[in-house]
Antibody, heavy 116, light 112 residues
């Protein structure tokens, strides 16, 4: 059974670094891509970046300077780190599995609030 | 970056009627393999998005055949036949033709 679960702090101070973990089960990180997508409250979806099955990464142009995605295949985990957080980084962060370019499985999402 | 522009629906749509959601891309989404790299998602209130179609017109596993995707290289339509209450939510198109991937701004569907 394919599952993805995001975890991380619910509250981050402005200017600090966000660290999120996506723990997957039911598939191998060396066979599928994993993406991060976020959604500000009441707004649309924003693609953030991708960890490819072979370890390559791609990032949203607007976030590239602040964002880093990595993984630990032995723990079935993909990590997101984003620095210099501001209030407009508040939202729900999702990790997804990619099949043929389509995100066929999504985690439940983790809400992150940036506030002092 | 490829810009995705979605249309607006004349809400609400009566139950049992059809609804068509449009999406336009700023660049052709047809790749050299002949496939069109356009996805459609539905996000119901309070839920994670759900993949409906990929490669423009291929339905994802378990998706009703009431959902059908079509289009050209830059203009796309998701048609929902015989809409039901469970179809309510926000629909997003997404291009996966090239990185960075981009989503449309979403189209809200309300059912009467």
């Amino acid at each position: 059974q394919v599952q993805l679960k995001e975890s991380g702090p619910g509250l981050v101070q402005p200017s600090q670094t966000l660290s999120l973990t996506c723990t997957v089960s039911g598939f191998s990180l060396t066979s599928y891509n994993v993406h991060w997508v976020r959604q500000p409250p009441g707004k649309g979806l924003e693609w953030m970046g991708r960890m490819r099955y072979n370890g390559d990464t791609s990032y949203n142009s607007a976030l590239k300077s602040r964002l880093s995605i990595s993984r630990d295949t032995s723990k079935n985990q993909v990590f997101l780190k984003m620095n210099s957080l501001q209030t407009d980084d508040t939202g729900t962060y999702y990790c997804t599995r990619d099949r043929d370019g389509g995100s066929d499985y999504w985690g439940q999402g983790v809400m992150v609030t940036v506030s002092s | 970056d490829i810009v995705m522009t979605q249309g607006v629906l004349p809400n609400p749509v009566p139950s049992g009627e059809s609804a068509s959601i449009t999406c336009r891309s700023s660049k052709s989404l047809v790749y050299k393999d002949g496939k069109t790299y356009l996805n459609w998602f539905l996000q119901r209130p309070g839920q994670s998005p759900q993949l409906l179609t990929y490669w423009m017109s291929t339905r994802a596993s378990g998706v009703s055949d009431r959902f059908s995707g079509s289009g050209s290289g830059t203009y796309f339509t998701l048609k929902i036949s015989r809409v039901r209450a469970e179809d309510a939510g926000v629909y997003y198109c997404q291009q996966v033709r090239e990185y960075p991937l981009t989503f449309g701004s979403g189209t809200k569907l309300e059912i009467k």
